[in-house]
């Protein structure tokens, strides 16, 4: 089974708003990462935050870590019509030799 | 660089067909991997591989062999295609073998399988 599971399934909010997405997963981790996917190609990584880092901000995005709850969430600020994709979360399990298992994801429409 | 890239973009093959998807990465990265994408499924790992030499298996590996005799490519081959493999294909590679850092992916090969 899958080792992330990303809440909601499917987020539609305005221009300007925020988009918070949430990822939990099953096992003690490396690292945990996000993953934005436009409609029909790649994936391109956003973010990623170590297990002994709570908090981590690039640009418009703020991601949270809270590896007692086994949680992680994305938070997209002041959010654009490009911002519409699929985003992924993905986690690199501890003592799995090198899995990365990513998360059904959450699909975002930003509407103008 | 070119980064990750993949051959083909598409691909029909009928039942029982064989083929190999192939991946290629320009940036010496010693981790490469395949996954799947399925629609309401996310990406599924099949095979991955921390250097020339050695590979494992992911998630759902059955169906699928790889093999990595060098550093840059990563081939896939689907043994006896069924229709249940038609999917997206994508290959990733990253620096980093014990832990695994930032992936790149490659554009993905869109497979049918009738």
């Known amino acids: 089974s899958q080792q992330g599971e990303e809440d909601p399934q499917a987020l539609s909010i305005q221009e300007g708003e925020n988009a918070t997405m949430n990822c939990s997963y099953k096992t003690s981790i490396n690292n945990l990462q996000w993953y934005r996917q436009n409609s029909g190609r790649g994936l391109v990584h956003l973010i990623l935050i170590r297990s002994n880092e709570r908090e981590k901000h690039s640009g418009r995005l703020r991601v949270t870590l809270d590896t007692s709850k086994k949680s992680s969430s994305l938070l997209i600020t002041a959010s654009r019509a490009a911002d519409t994709a699929s985003y992924f979360c993905a986690t690199d399990a501890e003592n799995q030799g090198g899995k990365l298992i990513f998360g059904q994801g959450t699909e975002l429409s930003v509407k103008p | 660089n070119a980064g990750v890239t993949q051959t083909p973009k598409f691909q029909v093959l009928k039942t029982g067909q064989s083929m190999t998807l192939q991946c290629a990465q320009d940036?010496?990265?010693?981790?490469m991997s395949w996954y799947r994408q399925d629609p309401g499924m996310g990406l599924r790992l099949i095979h991955y591989?921390?250097?020339?030499?050695?590979?494992d298996q992911g998630e759902v590996p059955n169906g699928y062999n790889v093999s990595r005799s060098t550093t840059e490519d990563f081939p896939l081959r689907l043994l006896s295609a069924a229709p249940s493999q038609t999917s997206v294909y994508f290959c990733a590679s990253s620096a980093g073998t014990g832990i695994i850092y930032e992936q790149y992916f490659g554009p993905g090969t869109r497979l049918t399988v009738t």
């Open positions: 940036m010496n990265h010693e981790y």
């Open positions: 591989s921390v250097g020339a030499g050695i590979t």
